[in-house]
């Protein structure tokens, strides 16, 4: 608790990683199956997003909770070539309904919400290792999508 009331108590990691080739669309399914299971257990939210070859995942709990479950994630071979985009403390999560939400911007690239997927992509680009606000405005964009879209939804 700081001295404003603000309890930063939630710590958030977000990184990007190449995805294996030959990762089908059920097989990125069975990912977010495994992830489900896990963090619903131990209170971890968050999303992953696959885009053009790369995923991009949001992790968000307790710091010693998210920093195993990255050198647990790291270790797989179903991704490679993993870069921390943003981490930091924060007093809310982005995603408190989600276990793990999952979204393909490919999927809607070309559709109507391709403005948002585009909004998102510019989003990414801007992202500072900075605990700052970009990483949020990413979240937020993919948020929007999400609810936008059929998504899948843990609740
Ligand atoms: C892109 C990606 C994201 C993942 N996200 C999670 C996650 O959020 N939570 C989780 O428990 N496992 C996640 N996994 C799966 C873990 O890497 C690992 O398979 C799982 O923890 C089971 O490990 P074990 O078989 O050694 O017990 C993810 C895997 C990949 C490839």
Redesign the pocket.
């Known amino acids: 608790m700081n001295s404003y009331g603000i309890n930063n108590n939630i710590f958030q990691l977000t990184y990007r990683?190449r995805?294996a080739e030959g990762l089908t669309a059920s097989k990125i399914m069975e990912?977010v199956g495994?992830?489900v299971?896990?963090?619903k257990q131990h209170d971890?939210t968050?999303c992953?997003v696959f885009d053009q070859g790369f995923?991009i995942?949001l992790?968000e709990g307790e710091k010693g909770i998210v920093e195993q479950?990255y050198t647990?994630?790291k270790?797989?071979k179903?991704?490679f070539q993993f870069e921390i985009l943003s981490k930091g403390s924060t007093s809310m999560r982005q995603f408190k309904s989600w276990d793990?939400g999952y979204i393909s911007m490919d999927e809607y690239a070309l559709g109507e919400k391709a403005e948002l997927v585009s909004k998102a992509r510019e989003a990414l680009d801007t992202i500072s290792t900075k605990n700052d606000f970009t990483p949020k405005v990413f979240w937020y964009n993919i948020f929007t999508l999400l609810t936008a879209s059929k998504f899948y939804k843990n609740l």
């Open positions: 990683s995805a990912i495994e992830a299971t896990f963090n971890i968050g992953l995923f995942q992790l479950l647990q994630i270790k797989d179903r991704h793990m």
